[in-house]
């Protein structure tokens, strides 16, 4: 368990269905849910560049701190990223959301800075225009997925039991199951948490970070691996700005120390203020996403087209 | 407060090591930490502990060398270190900064019997 929150991984569920974790008699460590149907299965899915190196190293102490000399001890070298194995799973994530021209986004805050209102009021304002499917991550219940769902776009609910963000693995799932149609939006609504999401790839497109002026101004200070990570801060709730003590710039002079690159958006997810620029934002995101699928699908008809007619040629010189 | 799920996937890599290299226990296990990672190597080492246990790795030691952190300085064009994300650089006192170096969390190596 975490010394901080308690965190583990083996209470995840996704919509009810427990996502376990088994211990093999070999010491290898499983963890899957009971739907066999998943063509993940139990395999290991590790990055490309996993197991490249394990050639023996005997007699060899690293860094000169300790020579195995008379034992049997012997160094093997591992060389492997710690995240290795997720990083794959976002990376067959991302591909198939390229391959559906579909607009994933990782949205990530504190607790109660107002991600699921602002994902309610972005559904009903793009609702005819865009398809948005939603995978809300909450520790327990599904209260956010409901009030998604009351708004009629598709939502699945990720519970993570004791852990404290989403992973690869839990998005490859829920996306399929939530099957999301070409050219669509997916809003992934991390858990509340300004720590653990940001070190965690899910194969999106952007992360969003929500800050509201209810919160500091110096969070992207005191959490700065989020800021670095974000493409945008979404700074909520700015119709409370007369009654509470937040500077504005400041904030924005602070998120630009830990990211010179974010871009910033002032909205009230309530009032509407600053919210067409967000739209504006994930319309352009989606055309994008949407125009690159269709130059794949273009080439591999083109790429198909040329095939055929050398096959052709090639069978008008049989006998 | 992460530092439990990579726990686990050390663990994960360090087994599936000392598995194909037929190691009948683990003694130490070396990882490669950044300054600018977003890893307290005091709850990984908590966590570490923890998910040991009950495998061939269960008495093995945890080694974490720490790498400094780098950018590349946009205004002086060179690279610099950076010991916090969300310092300016040393020398311009600019935040236009580039982190180069300082966020990797590998595994390097295991020692094994």
């Known amino acids: ?319 | 407060m992460h530092e439990m799920a990579l726990a686990e996937s050390v663990i994960q890599i360090v087994e599936e090591t000392a598995r194909k290299s037929a190691a009948a226990a683990v003694r130490a296990v070396w990882l490669e930490i950044g300054r600018l990672s977003h890893v307290e190597p005091e709850a990984l080492r908590f966590a570490f502990d923890v998910v040991k246990r009950n495998g061939p790795a269960h008495g093995a030691r945890l080694e974490i060398v720490a790498t400094e952190g780098a950018a590349w300085c946009m205004k002086c064009s060179r690279t610099v270190t950076l010991a916090r994300l969300g310092d300016a650089c040393p020398h311009c006192g600019s935040y236009q900064l580039q982190v180069t170096a300082g966020d990797e969390m590998r595994v390097k190596e295991i020692e094994v019997d």
């Open chain 1, 1 to 319: 368990m975490c010394t901080t929150c308690g965190c583990g991984q083996s209470d995840t569920r996704i919509e009810g269905v427990h996502v376990h974790e088994h211990v093999h008699a070999d010491g290898t460590v499983h963890r899957h849910s009971h739907d066999h149907a998943d063509p993940h299965g139990h395999g290991h899915d590790h990055g490309h560049h996993d197991h490249g190196h394990e050639d023996l190293h005997y007699g060899r102490g690293p860094a000169g701190a300790h020579a195995p000399g008379m034992s049997q001890a012997r160094m093997v070298q591992i060389e492997q990223d710690i995240l290795g194995k997720n990083d794959a799973l976002a990376a067959a994530n991302r591909k198939r959301f390229a391959a559906l021209g579909i607009f994933a986004v990782n949205l990530v805050s504190s607790p109660g800075s107002g991600k699921t209102t602002l994902l309610v009021r972005t559904i009903e304002a793009l609702k005819g225009r865009r398809d948005i499917v939603v995978i809300e991550g909450d520790q327990e219940s599904s209260f956010d997925a409901d009030r998604i769902r009351a708004t009629g776009a598709p939502a699945l609910q990720i519970n993570t039991g004791k852990g404290c963000h989403l992973d690869a693995e839990m998005v490859g799932k829920a996306v399929e199951r939530l099957a999301p149609p070409a050219g669509s939006v997916l809003m992934i609504e991390n858990v509340g948490n300004l720590v653990c999401p940001a070190g965690f790839d899910l194969g999106e497109a952007h992360k969003v970070v929500v800050l509201s002026v209810t919160e500091g101004e110096d969070k992207p200070l005191k959490y700065p691996d989020m800021f670095r990570r974000s493409s945008v801060m979404l700074l909520n709730k700015v119709d409370l700005l007369p009654y509470v003590e937040f500077d504005v710039a400041q904030c924005i002079e602070y998120a630009r120390r830990v990211n010179p690159d974010i871009r910033v958006i002032e909205v009230s997810a309530t009032k509407g203020q600053g919210m067409s620029e967000w739209f504006g934002w994930i319309e352009y995101g989606a055309q994008t996403a949407a125009a690159a699928r269709g130059e794949s699908v273009d080439a591999m008809k083109a790429r198909l087209a040329e095939l055929e007619s050398q096959v052709a040629a090639l069978k008008s010189m049989l006998p």
